[in-house]
């Protein structure tokens, strides 16, 4: 064989080893998928002709080449058809288009009988410096121009997609087949040179690797960056073939030219070197093309690890679109977010009025994303028939182009669905990588916010429910102060209409007057009385929203009067209110703050009445008697002997630009072990048969910490009472 025959003939090898390989590897990534389907069956009969043609140029008689050549050939029917079937497929035009590719099937079928007949193909015979090559029959022509036709209309929608396709994304896409198939088709093309014995022949087995360029070039980005990495592709083929040509050229040259010992010790070398070297280039051509795309996904991972320390779906649903309206950026984004059998548009940015609002939880696009992970929105888009037609709807207007499900416990939280990037680059699978670490983080962010959402509603019910039961008790207590401020008000108003009805008979003297005035000003004031203590009720329950200036004296006076329809016998416990009236105001809502020092009134009137009975069952006559020691007996120095009386004192003093509020009880007290678990949900120290949630210690916190950014201090001792200081904003 000459070097001509050796280049030749290396040229097939090549293009037909590489696509015997892209073809399972592309077929095997996604045997369901259309387009993979597709390429796999053009791929073939690319790699049939040119693994049958390295027979034909190595045959030794007419005849062997013959056979060869029309085997070959039987590939190359189909090749303008099968790329015509990959084009539209690759398009998702194929029901478009059935009526056209069912004939062009026909018309291959047609042309591979011929092969039968020497209407196709005569022959073989030298050409040039090869020993044999086809010669055409007149079915031949027939054929050319059918290939002409058919690889130049493919050519065409190709074209069309470029210049007319859905988004940058779509044409990119078209215009990377579009060269990669003209940079093929020209290099094999001139393989008609020698069909038709038209010079030059010297550079056709150098544009014969075009074929393999191609071929790799698609594989590799359908398969592995989907068509959208398309400068990583061109490399890595471009050193792929520099470094396996340098590796193959330069042994088949050395044994051309008669240097067969030499040629045996390059190829010895250069093929245990190559593989290192490609992998050493590779890496570096990485790092260099994918230097801005690393840099920005390592910002987003950073960021998203923030999502966690966020507590309100609300936070987190807006800090998912920042990221990636802003972080990658993306042109528009949408997050919807799973609600009572659907899942609901929550934020979005950019064209959001091109996304629909809601999507059923049943659609067949949930279910898919679901089994799948984060996707390309365009591969729901050749998928089942049944998630097709759920799928059409959505993205018939949408700018999607990527869509990532925030998957927690086999259940889906949210969908994200993300347009094309601002800057027009394309995703990458390592995007679809990054993006399915940051939707488990978030979906981890939003469980958790989830349950601390509902949690606080349960509370807030419970609180509400508890403070309803409070209203409850002290309409109790209400309808006996009511009466101990009507019975004076009826006996003053009979006393007032005795001394109106005598003065009808005679003229009523300026005693009498001034005695039934007093009568009157006395039913005034018990009227204003009962009006105080409807009032006190009515403000516990009022608005809870409004913050005003508040007197911290009045607020306190609000809250013992309050507390004193609770007291069973009125009187049994001393208010010392020593408050200065003259303090600042703080800002705050006086229903809420009313609320809290209600709360810690209650808790120590609790304590002191559960103290009192211990204190009032303890034999005094023999302090240090344990068997007849009770709750707070062993807190009673053997000197005490004055009888027990509950007691709050409240006190306030100005501290920088905050109110310091301190309420004082001798009662029970907290136990030391009990003290970190204070402002701990459904954490009570009352006793077992005392009803309480645990929540007003809990809430109390939560009003003054998170409503009126203000602060909570608790120190006790157990047996001597409790101490609260409470500091609120002026």
């Keep these: ?65 013959t056979f060869w050549d029309k085997l070959c050939l039987t590939g190359v029917v189909f090749i303008p058809t099968t790329f015509f079937h990959f084009v539209c497929g690759f398009q998702g035009n194929v029901n478009s288009f059935r009526k056209l590719i069912r004939a062009s099937y026909m018309v291959s079928i047609f042309f591979l009988f011929a092969l039968l007949t020497p209407y196709f193909i005569v022959g073989t015979a030298p050409v040039y410096q090869l020993r044999f090559f086809s010669v055409p029959g007149p079915a031949y022509y027939l054929f050319i121009l059918f290939f002409l036709f058919l690889s130049g209309y493919s050519l065409l929608l190709l074209y069309r997609g470029v210049r007319e396709g859905r988004g940058n994304l779509e044409k990119q896409k078209n215009l990377l087949l579009f060269r990669a198939t003209l940079l093929g088709y020209i290099g094999t093309s001139l393989n008609y040179n020698l069909v038709f014995r038209i010079p030059p022949y010297e550079l056709i087995p150098y544009a014969n690797y075009f074929l393999g360029i191609y071929g790799l070039i698609i594989a590799y980005a359908i398969v592995k960056y989907r068509l959208m990495d398309i400068r990583l592709a061109v490399t890595k083929a471009g050193l792929f073939l520099g470094v396996y040509a340098l590796t193959l050229g330069v042994p088949f040259y050395l044994f051309a030219i008669g240097l067969k ?15 290192g070297i490609y992998s050493r280039l590779k890496k570096q051509a990485e790092d260099k093309l994918l230097e801005e795309e690393k840099a920005y996904q390592r910002i987003l991972l950073e960021t998203a690890e923030t999502f966690t320390s966020q507590k309100t779906v609300d936070e987190i649903s807006k800090s998912i679109i920042d990221l990636f309206s802003k972080g990658i950026p993306a042109k528009s984004s949408a997050f919807y977010l799973f609600d009572e ?29 679901q089994w799948t992970g984060a996707v390309f929105a365009d591969e729901l888009r050749v998928v089942s028939a049944q998630v097709k037609e759920g799928v059409a709807a959505f993205f018939k207007e949408s ?14 939280l949210g969908l994200l669905f993300l347009g094309e990037r601002l800057n027009n680059a394309l995703y990458s699978e390592r995007d679809l990588g990054v993006f399915k670490v940051i939707a488990d983080q978030s979906a981890l962010a939003i469980e958790n916010a989830l349950y601390v959402e509902d949690l606080e509603r349960t509370q807030e019910k419970l609180v509400e429910s508890e403070k309803m039961a409070t209203i409850g008790f002290l309409v109790g207590g209400l309808a006996h102060q009511l009466k101990n401020r009507l019975t004076p008000l009826v006996f003053n108003a009979e006393f007032a209409s005795r001394k109106v009805q005598k003065s009808r008979e005679t003229p009523m003297s300026p005693a009498d007057c001034d005695e039934t005035l007093g009568y009157l000003e006395k039913i005034q004031g018990s009227v204003q009385a009962t009006k105080d203590v409807i009032n006190g009720i009515l403000n516990y329950a009022s608005d809870r929203e409004t913050k005003n200036d508040i007197s911290v004296k009045k607020l306190v006076d609000a809250s013992i009067e309050l507390m004193e329809f609770k007291i069973d016998p009125p009187g049994s416990v001393i208010f010392e209110n020593t408050i200065d009236p003259h303090l600042p105001p703080v800002k705050g809502n006086f229903a809420q703050l009313q609320e809290v020092v209600f709360n810690i009134i209650d808790n120590a009137y609790h304590s002191m009445m559960e103290k ?8 005094k006559s023999n ?68 009803k309480g949630h645990g929540l007003g210690l809990y809430v109390m916190k939560q009003i003054i910490e998170k409503n009126h950014k203000g602060r909570v201090e608790f ?15 002026t």
């Design 715 to 729: 120190s006790s001792r157990y047996g001597h009472g409790v101490t609260v200081e409470i500091f609120l904003l």
């Design 1 to 65: 064989m000459n070097f001509y025959e050796i280049n030749f003939t290396t040229s097939y090898v090549f293009n037909a080893v590489l696509l015997i390989v892209l073809t399972l590897f592309v077929y095997s990534r996604n045997p369901k998928n259309l387009v993979n389907r597709l390429f796999a069956l053009y791929s073939l009969c690319l790699a049939g002709w040119s693994f049958c043609s390295v027979f034909m140029l190595m045959s030794h008689s007419e005849q062997t080449a």
């Design 341 to 369: 059998e659907k899942f609901v548009l929550k934020n979005s940015s950019g064209d959001s009025a091109r996304y629909t609002a809601v999507i059923p939880a049943d659609s067949p696009i949930v279910a898919h994303l």
């Design 623 to 690: 302090p240090y008697d344990a068997s007849t020691f009770t709750v707070g007996a062993p807190f009673m120095a053997p000197g005490e002997r004055t009888p027990y009386q509950p007691r709050i004192v409240f006190s306030a003093v100005p501290e920088g630009n905050t109110i310091r509020l301190t309420i004082t009880d001798n009662g029970l007290g907290v136990k030391e072990e009990d003290m970190p678990r204070l402002f701990t949900p459904l954490f009570s120290t009352k006793a077992k048969t005392k």
């Design 399 to 412: 700018p999607a182009v990527v869509a990532v499900p925030f998957v927690r416990n086999s259940q889906v």
């Design 261 to 275: 010992f030499y040629a045996l010790l390059m190829a010895i070398a250069l093929a245990s070197v190559a593989p």
């Design 612 to 619: 009192k009975a211990g204190y009032d069952g303890f034999d």
